[in-house]
């Protein structure tokens, strides 16, 4: 079992910028991958970025360029900075770790970007 605890969501105007972190505890060797995944009202949740085990990064399209993934080297909390943030941005960010039993998920923490 591995448990996730988020925090670092918030308002914040367009063109500001946040930090997410997510702690993960429990079961931690057995993560390979870590990354964040977002659902805006009314939509889908949808993929946002990854960083493996071996420090390999992915981005939605969306967010290539504006957004950082990072991690601890002992792998027990991921790191996301959110940089020129757009509305568009705005979504209930979840944390997600990648296990060999299984991916496992925090509560979410809300991020909303306006004016």
């Known amino acids: 079992q591995v448990q996730l605890v988020e925090s670092g969501g918030g308002l914040v105007q367009p063109g500001g910028s946040l930090r997410l972190s997510c702690a993960a505890s429990?079961?931690?060797?057995?993560?390979?991958?870590m990354g964040w995944y977002r659902q805006a009202p009314g939509k889908q949740r949808e993929f946002v970025a990854t960083?493996?085990?071996?420090?390999?990064?992915d981005y939605v399209d969306s967010v290539k360029g504006r957004f950082t993934i990072s991690k601890t080297n002992a792998k027990n909390t991921v790191y996301l900075e959110m940089n020129s943030l757009k509305p568009e941005d705005t979504a209930v960010y979840y944390c997600?770790?990648?296990?060999?039993?299984?991916?496992?998920w925090g509560q979410g923490t809300q991020v909303t970007v306006s004016s």
């Open positions: 960083i493996t085990s071996g420090g390999s990064t």
């Open positions: 997600n770790v990648k296990t060999g039993v299984g991916p496992y």
């Open positions: 429990g079961s931690i060797f057995s993560i390979y991958a």
